[in-house]
């Protein structure tokens, strides 16, 4: 399963929750140029003496053969229902896959945007798709990791748009 790194979390909140502030694309939601992303990449991932990590390399390179089998449907699912709301949403998303950016982390962004949607999350409450190690979480983790606990233990997968909605149905 690929790992979320904490740049890659902050990406995503920046992405999904703020907006263009004026000029071009003012009201716009969000969508770093890949040099705002790899300056983010640089700060918040590094090998604690300064030194970064390759930028980009653990949350944007993910190998398909990395996830589990339920994960690509519901990365899908997560991008044609993120794309379904239309207007900003489908327009950023747009915006996101014209970069150099792969589909997976499109998806697993939508992902991102959807849960925190479904679950009605707060600002700083992390969806279970951004949750590591279910079995170790870190703090302010652990709703989210009891959440992921019961998903995976049902086969859902960490990235399904709607998880009580996927855990109902299971049952």
């Not at 992303?37 to 390759?54: F, H, K, S, V």
């Not at 945007?113 to 707060?122: F, M, N, V």
């Amino acid at each position: 399963m690929p790992l979320i790194t904490r740049a890659g979390r902050n990406v995503d909140w920046i992405e999904g929750h703020l907006r263009v502030p004026e000029g071009i694309g003012g009201g716009e939601l969000m969508v770093l140029a890949p040099y705002m992303r790899e300056d983010i990449y640089a700060i918040y991932n590094n090998l604690g003496d300064g030194r970064p990590t390759p930028p980009l390399a653990i949350d944007e390179c993910a190998d398909p053969a990395d996830f589990e089998e339920c994960d690509l449907p519901a990365l899908m699912l997560a991008l044609e229902r993120r794309r379904a709301k239309g207007g900003l949403e489908a327009r950023q998303l747009d915006k996101m896959l014209a970069e150099p950016r792969p589909m997976q982390r499109v998806a697993r962004f939508a992902a991102y945007c959807c849960q925190c949607a479904a679950l009605e999350l707060q600002l700083s409450q992390p969806p279970p798709c951004h949750v590591n190690f279910p079995d170790e979480p870190r703090q302010g983790e652990e709703r989210a990791a009891k959440l992921l606990r019961r998903m995976l233990r049902a086969g859902v997968s960490k990235y399904h748009p709607d998880p009580e909605a996927a855990l109902a149905a299971v049952r």
